[in-house]
């Protein structure tokens, strides 16, 4: 395919699913640009604010326009790296012997959403580091690997602070991008309510399978940088470390 028509087929497949995510989300335009950008650029993203702003939703209406799996871990103290890994259990084969299979956590699958990530502990939140970092989990020895494409979007309230977790500097490392979802204007709020009241609720199209969304990242990694861009990037960045000068 041609460099052209690559990048036209980008900016359609960009469009069609911005699209299907506003027939259902109000607002939020920075917000879901930034989930997008982190999608088709191999991120993962954590989205902070306060309950009832549409965050979740947001996550299950971007999984409805996409032809990929989608798991939800609703995080609490009690959870255990099991929980979201998996773990090997013993079975008996129909000839009485037992053995030891692997059972898949909900971490496979293509869009994963943690919820309320900070209301688990750190022991657990560790769980999804080599998943994000690395596309894969290691349970009992052996490392499997996660479907792919395979993006994260966490949620977090900023507001409750007992019975949370912060998340450590190396869980945050993992994110792309940390968007902030604020509270709607008084126009977004009377199209929520024009929304929710209907009798027939909106229906999201498919629009990208899983090859597509791969393909068009690809042509994301083949994007060339300036070199005064990447001058100010590493600067950036560089200012981040301790005892920069």
């Known amino acids: 395919m041609a460099q052209d028509a690559r990048v036209q087929e980008f900016v359609k497949s960009f469009q069609s699913l911005h699209s299907e995510v506003q027939k259902v989300i109000v607002g939020h335009d ?3 640009l930034s989930v ?23 996550v299950r209406t971007l999984a409805e326009g996409l032809e990929l799996s989608f798991s939800r871990i609703q995080f609490t103290p009690d959870l255990m790296p099991a929980d979201i890994v998996g773990t ?6 129909t000839n009485g012997r037992k053995r030891f299979e692997f059972q898949q956590g909900p971490i496979f699958g293509h869009i994963l959403l943690a919820d309320e990530i900070n209301r688990a502990t750190p022991k657990t939140q560790s769980a999804l580091l080599e998943g994000m970092q690395e596309g894969s989990v290691t349970v009992g020895g052996a490392t499997r690997p996660l479907p792919a494409p395979f993006f994260v979007l966490a949620t977090q309230n900023p507001i ?29 709020l009377n199209a929520i309510i024009e929304r929710t009241t209907r009798p027939r609720e909106v229906e999201v199209r498919r629009v990208l399978s899983g090859p597509v969304v791969l393909r068009l990242r690809e042509l994301v990694r083949e994007v060339p940088i300036v070199s005064h861009v990447r001058d100010l990037v590493s600067l950036i960045v560089m200012t981040t470390h301790p005892g920069f000068e």
């Open 30 to 32: 920075d917000v879901i």
């Open 36 to 58: 997008l950008i982190g999608l088709f650029a191999g991120g993962h993203v954590l989205l902070e604010g306060a309950p009832g702003l549409g965050k979740t939703l947001l």
């Open 88 to 93: 090997n259990i013993i079975v008996e084969d």
């Open 160 to 188: 409750e602070m007992e019975g949370t977790y912060p998340l450590p500097e190396a869980q945050l490392d993992r994110f792309i991008f940390k968007a902030r979802v604020r509270y709607p204007a008084i126009e977004e």
